[in-house]
């Protein structure tokens, strides 16, 4: 059963200027360790490739947010949310804080529910979709 679906695009010009302007304080603060070692080994080191790769995982959690039906309010912050990749290269969630507390209260049956995530980015557009489903 689908229990919260988000979707969120996201300039990746945008990203670019934040981390521009910002550099590593940006990055640390929306961004997990995770996210930010994954994108050092893989191929993000170039602007436009650090700057889509930070562009779908900050889509990514705000379409996290809009599926669990808040928005970020109540203590979810942007950290709280993880986008790493298996070795085949799906992405997948990794929660923390009040963003796995918020999954977990979206089902009464002490079952947590499963996120599941898509990425994709055609410069200058970068997008994530967030589907949350439960047995």
Do not use: W
């Not at 059963?1 to 200027?17: K, T, Y």
């Not at 950290?79 to 997948?92: L, R, T």
């Not at 969630?93 to 977990?104: H, S, V």
Request: aromatic letters at 10%.
């Amino acid at each position: 059963m689908i229990l919260g679906l988000g979707s969120d695009i996201v300039h990746i010009n945008r990203i670019e200027e934040l981390i521009n302007k910002f550099g590593e304080r940006f990055i640390n603060r929306a961004f997990t360790k995770d996210e930010i070692e994954y994108s050092k080994k893989f191929g993000a080191n170039n602007n436009i490739g650090k700057s889509s790769y930070f562009a779908k995982r900050f889509a990514a959690k705000e379409a996290f947010a809009k599926a669990i039906g808040t928005g970020f309010r109540n203590g979810l912050r942007l950290s709280h949310i993880g986008i790493v990749n298996d070795e085949f290269g799906k992405p997948y969630l990794i929660l923390t804080g009040k963003a796995l507390d918020m999954l977990q209260e979206m089902t009464t049956d002490n079952k947590l529910p499963t996120p599941h995530v898509s990425l994709c980015d055609d410069y200058p557009i970068a997008q994530a979709t967030v589907i949350i489903s439960s047995d």
